[in-house]
T-cell receptor
């Protein structure tokens, strides 16, 4: 199937450390989206990447789309306690409705 | 604007009971979705509706039915609930093509089937 592998499943960091989560696909992606879900909350859209090699930044968050459009990463610089939550990638399988979420990376930040 | 609203917020059912989860959006979006979220499984698409009057199966449709009542409303029905359907259910909507548009999620319904 057109799954997407997201790693790591969990990440525990000290406040101020960096954090990275990765999404990898065996097939080429047309685009990829990233979402954040706070504990007890609902997913909230962060970014969409469409172009090969694309890099987008939102304050301390940097999103990358691989040259081959088979992988993507989300990097947080100098984590804060407000970054706590689970980060998901969402891929489009190319056909209508074939939307597949990664299983998420749960980030905890120790003050 | 309320965005995406879902009712109820919590529900406990006995095996074999039926219920309908309601979802409404006020953003004039064409596409609406139903997901379930289980621990360690991420979000899995149950059904989606690309436009009023159309519905299609997602990754895990078995045991569910949906109705796109109008452009605003998209309901999910469990005809005979099973413990395996214990989950958190999220409704979402998007303004463009399902493959390209960002999704706006509702607050979720936490369902327990005993």
């Amino acid at each position: 199937g057109q799954q997407v592998m997201q790693i790591p499943q969990y990440q525990h960091v000290q406040e101020g450390e960096d954090f990275t989560t990765y999404c990898n696909s065996s097939t080429t992606l047309s685009n990829i989206q990233w979402y954040k879900q706070r504990p007890g909350g609902h997913p909230v859209f962060l970014i969409q990447l469409v172009k090969s090699g694309e890099v987008k930044k939102q304050k301390r968050l940097t999103f990358q789309f691989g040259e081959a459009k088979k992988n993507s990463s989300l990097h947080i610089t100098a984590t804060q306690t407000t970054d706590v939550g689970t980060y998901f990638c969402l891929r489009d399988g190319g056909s209508q409705g074939n939307l597949i979420f990664g299983k998420g990376t749960k980030l905890s930040v120790k003050p | 604007n309320a965005g995406v609203t879902q009712t109820p917020k919590f529900q406990v059912l006995k095996t074999g009971q039926s219920m309908t989860l309601q979802c409404a959006q006020d953003m004039n979006h064409n596409s609406m979705y139903w997901y379930r979220q289980d621990p360690g499984m991420g979000l899995r698409l149950i059904y989606y509706s690309a436009s009023e009057g159309t519905t299609d199966k997602g990754e895990v449709p078995n045991g569910y039915n949906v109705s796109r009542l109008n452009k605003r409303e998209f309901s999910l029905r469990l005809e005979s609930a099973a413990p395996s359907q214990t989950s958190v259910y999220f409704c979402a909507s998007s303004g463009g093509s399902p493959s390209l548009a960002k999704q706006f999620f509702g607050p979720g319904t936490r369902l327990t089937v005993l």
